[in-house]
């Protein structure tokens, strides 16, 4: 279980947020667009395309601080939880919830940790691809962690988040972000229909994510 306390935004997280927040509205501008659903303070799932580390932080940018507060992102066990500093950035500063994908131990299962997440109210920042994108590809197939959750927790809300121009701004391995504007797109929630098999589900989510991307001629 990921040692996160979710019962109280302590006073590093609080500040590494405003802090963050503000360092991302300086450096990309980030404009959010609102296309098919609005900021809201309901329960939530918001899944990305994922080609920084800096997604997750320009799309935090785009709540309200009282959502900030509430909303985890789901970052990779295997990279942040490599050294104690790594964690102690992921956990301690960022309120980030660490999942491993080679997990051998019950208590390691991804979808419970994300469930006993949503389970105390918090939502989620969910890259249903599993990893960074480095290709050309705009958007990687999606894992099943996605409807494996909707499955479970029905009443949470999925939201598709387009992230655009991070990977400009913040490439693999640079620590210094170039300033560039940038954009992300929330669109209309999307729910598993009656019946609907797991790929036809992750499919249509899929597509409804990539059809958010405002420059589709144009890879990123």
């Known amino acids: 279980m990921n040692r996160l306390s979710l019962k109280t935004f302590t006073l590093l997280q609080t500040a590494t947020s405003v802090g963050l927040s503000a360092m991302a509205w300086a450096v990309t501008g980030v404009r959010p ?30 709540l309200s601080e009282k959502e900030r507060a509430m909303t985890h992102a789901v970052a ?23 999942i491993s994908r080679q997990w051998t131990k019950p208590e390691e299962n991804p979808i419970e940790i994300m469930l006993s997440v949503l389970d105390q109210g918090h939502s989620l920042i969910l890259f249903p691809e599993g990893t960074r994108n480095m290709t050309e590809e705009p958007l990687l197939n999606f894992r099943s962690g996605l409807y494996n959750l909707s499955i479970a927790r029905p009443d949470v809300e999925l939201i598709p988040c387009w992230i655009e121009n991070m990977s400009r701004v913040l490439p693999k391995g640079q620590f210094l972000p170039v300033p560039l504007l940038c ?16 790929r036809g589900f992750l499919n249509r989510a899929h597509a409804a994510l990539l059809a958010l991307n405002p420059r589709p001629e144009r890879d990123d």
């Open 76 to 98: 990779a066990g295997e990279y942040w939880g490599k050294s104690r500093l790594r964690r102690f950035i992921a956990e301690d500063m960022l309120s980030s919830v660490l």
């Open 33 to 62: 667009i609102w296309n098919g659903s609005l900021p809201s303070e309901r329960q939530r799932i918001y899944f990305a395309n994922h080609t920084s580390h800096g997604d997750f932080i320009l799309l935090s940018a785009c």
């Open 183 to 198: 954009r992300v797109v929330f669109g209309a929630p999307v729910a598993v229909a009656p019946g609907e098999e797991r």
